[in-house]
């Protein structure tokens, strides 16, 4: 890649989107394995709260990214926001379908979470499968953890 500065922020910013991403993902498994310990969190206000609080965190860190990157106040807050909750909204519903998933045992009942972060990082076709396993691994071990505490 050249030495060309815009290029250096441009990789910065996509690694944080990336992060933010994958945070969204780690959010749907912490609301999935509430819901393997209490069915009805998914219906109830603290489910509300948990929303709210995850698509806050991730519009915080999008906008502590934008000042860190030298574009200060150069995008327009509401539209920011409402793009991390469409990002909440795509990873609620991936994380209800692995619910589904999970109550009617389909396997991979793990593919529409994966599907949805793939998605949002832009993961070529051909390194989908290359990342399946590790991912699932992840998610497998995360939900544990999760459902644990």
């Not at 509430?34 to 948990?50: Q, R």
């Not at 399946?132 to 999760?146: G, M, V």
Request: net charge negative; proline share 5%.
């Amino acid at each position: 890649m050249p030495d060309i500065p815009e290029f250096r922020v441009m990789n910065k910013t996509l690694m944080n989107e990336w992060g933010r991403c994958c945070y969204l993902y780690v959010a749907a498994l912490s609301a999935t394995a509430e819901f393997k310990i209490n069915p009805d969190f998914l219906s109830n206000k603290d489910f509300a709260v948990y929303e709210d609080q995850v698509v806050n965190e991730v519009f915080n860190s999008f906008k502590q990214s934008a000042i860190q990157d030298g574009l200060g106040n150069q995008y327009d807050e509401n539209r920011a926001k409402s793009l991390y909750i469409n990002d909440w909204n795509l990873a609620k519903s991936a994380m209800m379908d692995f619910i589904d998933n999970l109550s009617k045992n389909r396997h991979p009942s793990d593919l529409p979470l994966m599907h949805f972060l793939f998605r949002k990082i832009g993961t070529p076709d051909i390194f989908e499968k290359t990342l399946e396993a590790p991912l699932r691994s992840f998610t497998k071990e995360t939900l544990k953890e999760f459902v644990q505490q």
